[in-house]
């Protein structure tokens, strides 16, 4: 990484890469992930994910292969997601038997850290537009499908899909120094 970061028409051109890479290559992705052994719901997160830490790098030799890093980036967290659902509790017992058995493991201090963090995000949820907000809001907390989303919202899955990415970005964005 560069000390200055990218200058701004660097910038502008690393998004309108990865902004290319989106539309050719979401869904060839997400069943890429899907393949590793995710659902389809945690693929898509995965390849959300991938695409915001991909948005966030200025790193310029990596223009060079941008689509293999963005690959690479979305398999470690597919597998990093494999790898903790594989060590957590859950998968070795009834989710009934889980729950009877939870207990906080937040400290006090991690906590309040959370609660904050969560003000904060609701916050800079009021300031995205209302289709935005109400996209990420139905994907992420009600747990609907993009499809769903977009006949609710009388726009397309794929604007739902976009809809999110720039919630999840702008959140990461805001947040990332307290993340």
């Known amino acids: 990484m560069r000390a200055n970061g990218p200058s701004p028409s660097t910038n502008i051109s690393h998004n309108e890469e990865v902004s290319r890479l989106y539309k050719r290559h979401h869904q060839q ?9 995710l659902p389809l719901r945690e693929a898509e997160e995965v390849v959300q994910e991938a695409f915001v830490k991909l948005l966030g790098l200025d790193d310029i030799k990596v223009q060079s292969y941008i689509r ?8 470690n967290l597919a597998i990093d997601k494999l790898r903790r659902a594989a060590r957590s509790p859950e998968c070795q017992e009834p989710a009934g038997e889980v729950l ?8 006090p201090e991690q906590s309040s850290h959370h609660q904050q963090l969560l003000g904060q995000l609701s916050s800079l949820l009021d300031d ?9 809001l139905l994907y992420k907390v009600k747990g609907l499908d993009y499809d769903v989303i977009a006949s609710q919202l009388g726009v397309s899955s794929s604007m739902v899909r976009k809809y999110v990415l720039q919630a999840v970005r702008y959140c990461y964005d805001k947040l990332q120094d307290q993340l």
């Open 68 to 75: 293999a890093y963005l690959y690479k980036i979305a398999t």
């Open 29 to 37: 992705l997400v069943r890429h992930i899907v393949a590793k052994g």
């Open 128 to 136: 995205l537009q209302p289709k935005c907000r109400q996209a990420f």
């Open 100 to 107: 009877e058995h939870a207990s906080p493991v937040d400290s």
